[in-house]
């Protein structure tokens, strides 16, 4: 091959992967969960498997941020599909256990509102199922042209299971200080001195003040601790039901 025609087919060769480059475009992915399960994602090309683009755990009635990139045509046409492959953390209720389930998703990229790919939303719907939307809006924008409108609201029913969890907590505080309180009166001897050898292995300085477990000055200072403590439960529980959705 003459120089001339060498330099010709290394012009071609570029000008022809030039081309294929602008027949795409590089755009941002975020992930929105209509769900009550956490989930995470992984975008696929399916015509090049190596590249990917996903985000990171993606909280029930939650959105993820924003990763980079995939690719999309510039010019959309019917059939352009993607692989979207998911991770499920499946709560199973009422044992409260995680259940992981992974599943492979073919979804078609529907048309680009105004002619021109926008940043690419995987979205997990409602009913399980996982579809995609090439928008530089918002899904709370007007002319989102999601099915679904809005970002997700969480239903009653999970709001009610995440009070469950905080009622517990705030429950078990008090709990925890009625008990304290108790030992310390009806076993004081034993109490104050558990409660004197944990404080100065692990917090010495707060001891300085006292001479021993048998103190006086101890004595009303772990229980004015419990007392504070025990009041300062009851308004975080009584804060939590009456926040009861």
Not at 45 to 73: Q, R, V
Not at 79 to 92: A, E, M, S
Not at 109 to 120: F, M
Request: proline share 7%; glycine share 8%.
């Amino acid at each position: 091959m003459t120089r001339s025609l060498l330099i010709l087919a290394c012009l071609i060769c570029v000008s022809s992967l030039c081309g294929c480059e602008k027949r795409t475009v590089a755009v941002n992915v975020h992930g929105v969960n209509y769900t009550d399960n956490a989930f995470t994602y992984v975008v696929v090309d399916p015509e090049n498997p190596a590249g990917s683009a996903g985000d990171g755990l993606i909280d029930p009635f939650a959105a993820g941020g924003t990763t980079c990139c995939a690719k999309l045509p510039r010019k959309w046409q019917p059939g352009i599909k993607l692989q979207v492959r998911t991770t499920h953390y499946l709560q199973q209720r009422p044992a409260e256990t995680v259940v992981e389930s992974r599943k492979l998703h073919i979804v078609e990229v529907p048309k680009y509102i105004d002619g021109t790919p926008g940043e690419l939303w995987v979205l997990m719907n409602a009913d399980g199922s996982v579809s995609v939307v090439s928008s530089d809006l918002q899904p709370d924008h007007a002319q989102w042209p999601g099915k679904i409108k809005g970002w997700p609201a969480p239903s009653i029913e999970y709001q009610r299971e995440r009070w469950e969890l905080y009622r517990k907590h705030e429950e078990g505080g008090v709990n925890l200080y009625l008990s304290l309180l108790e030992e310390l009166k009806k076993e004081p001897g034993k109490h104050l001195k558990e409660s004197w050898d944990h404080t100065k292995k692990r917090y010495p300085s707060d001891l300085v003040d006292f001479s021993g477990p048998n103190d006086p000055r101890y004595v009303a200072f772990l229980k004015k601790e419990y007392d504070e403590g025990l009041d300062r439960s009851r308004r975080l529980l009584k804060n939590v039901m009456e926040a009861k959705p």
